[in-house]
């Protein structure tokens, strides 16, 4: 009975169907709550910046909040304006958040606790992270709005050029690593906390980290949607349910960055100290650890700086990340040639 | 097999339809689009055969970087779309004699006119380094040995387009006032701040 259910679910293709659905389900659901708290956490974090309490009225400690958020924007009516192009308004948060859910297919959870182990997974969480910009450009286009596209223009803009530095930081952490494979760029940093590329590679996990910040349209680079010109950028004339898309692949991009920024300079699932009692603590655990701890930085920044200018924006991205990144790379390589450390030889 | 089989037709399929309807659509921007999806679909194409790292590279190239730039001027031009429709049959002959030798080279890389295929031989000259290596090792094992100097020339002159891109479209305007970061940030505090000692109802002057 037991062998033929492992048989089942092992070999026949409707078997096969259902694990792969369970997988998908046991990401998706658990990221939706993360992404749900995350709002909670974002709104505490800023409220104790300014003195504030936050959301605290819904369940005990406004835990209840982001739920009657939600069922909120359920609730109300979906409004397309009469002259947007109704097709590609209504795509377009899909495109966000779908692009938003299906790189974590790649993200290694713990050791083998990956739904596609592929072994350019490096590569798929880059070539999807540049698909989310579709998403913005094709909303503000179908909205018909002038605060949507020059928001939709601004964003566009913005992650193309910082998409090439980070192009740049996951090169030179693949050249330490030697292989695409994301399981094996947090195996190749074992050990104590200082072996994690963090330290060796400081200046690209700062790079990354800044660059994460303009990749998901954050404070202090949040210009794509500054309430102050332009309204709410390209989400202007969104409403209800696909505003709520839009919202929900926006801090699951963030978490999603946050995860990349954890397997590729902190180690991903690995605990900071390879003994006894810490390594019984599951390596999802200390995975959902430092992502978190990422992400208090993502809040702590939205609530402390005020935002750039465009040009200052553009400047910081082409003049000063592209060439250190640049620099930075050529470093690496060399010091991994002629240092003989080069992997995989 | 099947499921394979199924996938290839699907992704084949919608590949051409969305190449067609590049050219049929009345809008500038549905062209783009669908140019999109067919890029999108040709990387899935590439993934059935086993060729991941290309699969990976035409999304972040194409799709992810050339497209958007695409859809960006596309998008800020103002097109009559009726203006548009006017030159097309006059294209169509141009057009479509591109497209047969596009054809035409195809077939002879593949030694359909006879005299071997010079590419399927290369082909298997990289296969013999693939093996149990991994995919994008066994194209790096290629292009940085073999194919060195051929890939080195193609980045020379890919840095050369853009340096002539630059060098066409700079203007230099006179009396225009830039940040200069460095002086900024390398002004002392003396110069920066005063310590005033303002007498009540005095002002700073």
Redesign the interface.
């Known amino acids: 009975m037991y062998a033929d259910l492992i048989h089942f679910f092992t070999t026949h293709?409707l078997g096969q169907a259902i694990v792969i659905l369970a997988e998908c389900l046991a990401v998706t659901v658990p990221l939706l709550v993360a992404v749900a708290y995350m709002t909670y956490a974002d709104r505490k974090i800023w409220a104790s910046i300014q003195l504030r309490r936050g959301p605290n009225v819904v369940g005990p400690f406004g835990l209840l909040q982001p739920f009657a958020d939600g069922l909120k924007l359920l609730l109300k009516e979906t409004i397309v304006p009469s002259s947007a192009n109704t097709v590609?308004f209504l795509i377009a948060p899909m495109i966000t958040f779908m692009t938003a859910l299906i790189s974590w297919a790649v993200v290694p959870f713990s050791d083998g606790w990956v739904i596609a182990n592929?072994?350019?997974g490096i590569?798929?969480l880059?070539?999807i992270s540049?698909?989310g910009?579709?998403g913005i450009?094709?909303a503000g286009?179908a909205s018909n709005s002038k605060y949507a596209?020059l928001g939709a223009?601004r964003s566009?803009?913005q992650m193309?050029s910082y998409?090439v530095s980070i192009g740049f930081v996951l090169v030179t952490v693949l050249l330490c690593v030697g292989?695409?494979n994301l399981s094996k760029v947090v195996l190749a940093q074992a050990g104590w906390f200082w072996n994690w590329y963090w330290l060796p590679l400081l200046p690209m996990f700062v790079i990354f980290f800044i660059s994460a910040l303009a990749e998901t349209n954050r404070t202090p680079f949040d210009l794509p949607m500054s309430e102050a010109e332009l309204v709410q950028g390209f989400q202007t004339e969104y409403s209800s349910m696909p505003f709520a898309l839009f919202f929900l692949g926006e801090y699951a991009n963030m978490i999603l960055l946050s995860a990349m920024g954890s397997v590729l300079f902190l180690g991903g699932w690995m605990s900071p100290i390879p003994y006894a009692p810490f390594t019984y603590i599951p390596g999802v655990v200390w995975f959902a650890l430092k992502i978190a701890s990422l992400l208090f930085v993502f809040s702590w920044t939205k609530g402390t700086l005020p935002r750039y200018r465009y040009?200052?924006l553009m400047?910081l991205g082409w003049k000063v990340f592209l060439p250190i990144s640049l620099g930075w790379l050529v470093l690496t390589a060399a010091v991994l040639q002629f240092g003989g450390l080069v992997p995989g030889k | 097999m099947l499921l394979q089989a199924l996938a290839f037709y699907l992704f084949a399929f919608v590949t051409i339809a969305a190449g067609a309807m590049v050219v049929a659509s009345r809008n500038p921007v549905y062209s783009v689009l669908f140019l999109i999806l067919a890029f999108f679909n040709a990387a899935a194409l590439f993934l059935l055969i086993g060729a991941e790292f290309v699969a990976m590279i035409l999304v972040i190239v194409y799709v992810g970087a050339v497209a958007v730039l695409f859809l960006f001027v596309v998008m800020m031009l103002d097109i009559k779309v009726a203006e548009l429709r006017e030159g097309f049959l006059k294209y169509a002959p141009i057009g479509s004699l591109i497209g047969i030798v596009l054809l035409a080279e195809i077939l002879l890389a593949l030694g359909v006119f006879g005299g071997g295929s010079p590419t399927i031989a290369t082909l298997n000259q990289a296969g013999a380094h693939v093996g149990s290596v991994e995919n994008t090792r066994a194209i790096g094992r290629v292009l940085y040995t073999q194919y060195f100097f051929l890939f080195q020339s193609a980045g020379v002159v890919l840095l050369v387009a853009m340096i002539g891109a630059i060098v066409l479209t700079l203007r230099r305007r006179p009396g225009v006032r830039r940040q200069r970061v460095a002086e900024q940030l390398y002004r002392p505090k003396d110069q920066a701040i005063a310590v005033v000692k303002v007498p009540t109802r005095g002002g700073v002057s």
Do not use: C, G, H, T
């Open positions: 293709w590609l592929i072994n350019v590569l798929y880059f070539a540049s698909l910009v579709y450009i094709i286009w596209f223009l566009a803009a193309v998409e292989s695409l040009d200052q400047r």
